[in-house]
């Protein structure tokens, strides 16, 4: 993806007036946006380059064993994320002394293994740490049983799942800034579409197409600069606090987090273990995020319904129905905002599992992976969905237009014009609401 240094995102029309600047629209400079995505995307590149940063006074057999284990189904979701850890501390200079190195054949039976897929997972061993170790130890001697030295899963999975979050939301922050170009592409391609604006869901004043798709643009923009905090608050690294209170080996908590392209280290152990503000806060931006979605798939679904007529969905984003022919549904419009409830629901789950628990570590803590990993997954598809739909729906400017003519939209702009003219507003008020309330007829299309 090719990044510029700057990026114009927002913007912003005046109601009912011809538009020019930039791509045809005025523009609010919003500074930074792919400049920010950059420094995310390039720390999480660094740190997930370590996976082939690998020097030759490293056991093979370690670095082949650790491979295929973490290419396992359990606990798959880290796999990208554990290796790097892992390998960072086998190589810590503090480190190397304690490793040994294995023959060739030991190598080429690891690297069979690992060619043909054999590697079994035990239940009996709790976790997929545990088995790796026990794997190692079983083949490789000694070294696979120095593994774990001076260190706990606690922090081990803790610099994990901060690993997994810093990848993930820069993923997630490219999907963003997709979803706000097809905003703008969809409001300079109907630039000159006016529509009526709402307020309590009945016809307010007039509006430019264009000014309404730009308000959803400017709440994604404030939902990248929540998603760029959850970085800064994921990129802090937990190795070295080993359970909850360091440990007597000198694991270099600031070279590891260097290492691993972290910006700082926890700078106490008990809460390196036990943090998941970061978690809660991410769960916090996808739930905003999601109900902002929501409200868009509100309008689109009823936008696009007989009774408002102003757009039309792709036919790939629509589905029929079984039994009636003529129907077109807004079922993936549908979807999204129905999946922004199981959001909630695991902002909601995290905060009660976190609320009672007592220094450091607890078992609880487990259940902080589903919600977020389901998370990720529903967000990135409904931002996925909606590049896609925001680039391929047709508006019906005729429609939006007519309907326009045939009411009293502009009846605020009546009375700003007897105000104006020297008629102290409220009267003017009263003049245009008296004007419209005895109209022998009033067509509403």
């Given at each position: 993806?090719?990044?510029?240094?700057?990026?114009?995102?927002?913007?912003?029309?005046?109601?009912?007036?011809?538009?020019?600047?930039?791509?045809?629209?005025?523009?609010?400079?919003?500074?930074?946006?792919?400049?920010?995505?950059?420094?995310?995307k390039k720390a999480c590149a660094l740190a997930n380059a370590e996976i082939g940063a690998l020097k030759p006074e490293i056991s093979r057999a370690v670095v082949e064993a650790c491979d295929r284990a973490l290419a396992g189904e359990f606990d798959k979701e880290f796999q990208l994320d554990m290796w790097p850890?892992?390998?960072?501390?086998?190589?810590?200079?503090?480190?190397?002394?304690?490793?040994?190195?294995?023959?060739?054949?030991?190598?080429?039976?690891?690297?069979?293994?690992?060619?043909?897929?054999?590697?079994?997972?035990?239940?009996?061993?709790?976790?997929?740490?545990?088995?790796?170790?026990?794997?190692?130890?079983?083949?490789?001697?000694?070294?696979?049983?120095?593994?774990?030295?001076?260190?706990?899963?606690?922090?081990?999975?803790?610099?994990?799942?901060?690993?997994?979050?810093?990848?993930?939301?820069?993923?997630?922050?490219?999907?963003?800034?997709?979803?706000?170009?097809?905003?703008?592409?969809?409001?300079?391609?109907?630039?000159?579409?006016?529509?009526?604006?709402?307020?309590?869901?009945?016809?307010?004043?007039?509006?430019?197409?264009?000014?309404?798709?730009?308000?959803?643009?400017?709440?994604?923009?404030?939902?990248?600069?929540?998603?760029?905090?959850?970085?800064?608050?994921?990129?802090?690294?937990?190795?070295?606090?080993?359970?909850?209170?360091?440990?007597?080996?000198?694991?270099?908590?600031?070279?590891?987090?260097?290492k691993l392209h972290f910006s700082k280290c926890y700078g106490n152990s008990l809460d390196a273990v036990s943090d998941r503000d970061y978690l809660l806060q991410f769960l916090s931006f996808a739930s905003i995020c999601m109900m902002h979605l929501s409200r868009l798939s509100e309008e689109l679904i009823l936008?696009?319904?007989?009774?408002?007529?102003?757009?039309?969905?792709?036919?790939?984003?629509?589905?029929?129905?079984?039994?009636?022919?003529?129907?077109?549904?807004?079922?993936?419009?549908?979807?999204?905002?129905?999946?922004?409830?199981?959001?909630?629901?695991?902002?909601?789950?995290?905060?009660?599992?976190?609320?009672?628990?007592?220094?450091?570590?607890?078992?609880?803590?487990?259940?902080?992976?589903?919600?977020?990993?389901?998370?990720?997954?529903?967000?990135?598809?409904?931002?996925?969905?909606?590049?896609?739909?925001?680039?391929?729906?047709?508006?019906?400017?005729?429609?939006?237009?007519?309907?326009?003519?045939?009411?009293?939209?502009?009846?605020?702009?009546?009375?700003?014009?007897?105000?104006?003219?020297?008629?102290?507003?409220?009267?003017?008020?009263?003049?245009?609401?008296?004007?419209?309330?005895?109209?022998?007829?009033?067509?509403?299309?």
């Open positions: 993806m090719e990044i510029p240094d700057d990026r114009y995102y927002g913007i912003q029309t005046s109601r009912m007036v011809k538009v020019s600047g930039c791509a045809h629209l005025p523009v609010i400079f919003y500074p930074g946006m792919h400049r920010a995505l950059f420094r995310i850890v892992s390998y960072t501390h086998l190589t810590l200079p503090t480190k190397r002394l304690v490793y040994i190195s294995v023959d060739a054949a030991s190598s080429k039976k690891k690297k069979k293994e690992i060619d043909e897929g054999r590697f079994a997972f035990s239940v009996e061993l709790e976790d997929v740490h545990m088995n790796v170790e026990k794997r190692l130890t079983d083949d490789i001697g000694d070294a696979g049983a120095r593994l774990h030295t001076a260190r706990s899963r606690n922090d081990q999975c803790a610099a994990d799942l901060h690993m997994y979050m810093r990848r993930h939301i820069a993923k997630l922050a490219e999907k963003l800034i997709a979803v706000e170009e097809a905003l703008i592409g969809v409001s300079e391609k109907y630039k000159d579409v006016i529509l009526p604006g709402y307020t309590h869901m009945q016809r307010a004043q007039p509006v430019l197409f264009a000014h309404h798709m730009m308000a959803y643009c400017a709440m994604l923009q404030r939902d990248f600069e929540r998603l760029v905090g959850c970085y800064e608050m994921a990129d802090a690294s937990p190795l070295g606090a080993c359970a909850l209170a360091g440990t007597t080996y000198p694991t270099m908590p600031k070279e590891t987090a260097e936008w696009s319904t007989g009774e408002f007529g102003f757009i039309e969905l792709d036919d790939g984003y629509s589905t029929g129905s079984s039994i009636m022919p003529q129907k077109k549904n807004p079922d993936i419009c549908e979807l999204v905002r129905g999946k922004t409830g199981r959001v909630y629901g695991h902002l909601v789950a995290l905060l009660t599992v976190m609320k009672g628990l007592p220094l450091a570590y607890d078992k609880d803590m487990q259940e902080d992976k589903e919600g977020v990993f389901d998370t990720i997954d529903t967000l990135r598809f409904a931002l996925d969905i909606y590049a896609g739909i925001l680039s391929t729906m047709t508006v019906n400017g005729a429609r939006t237009r007519a309907v326009l003519e045939n009411d009293f939209s502009n009846a605020t702009d009546m009375a700003d014009y007897l105000a104006k003219k020297g008629l102290p507003f409220r009267r003017a008020h009263a003049a245009v609401s008296y004007t419209h309330l005895t109209l022998p007829t009033k067509r509403i299309v």
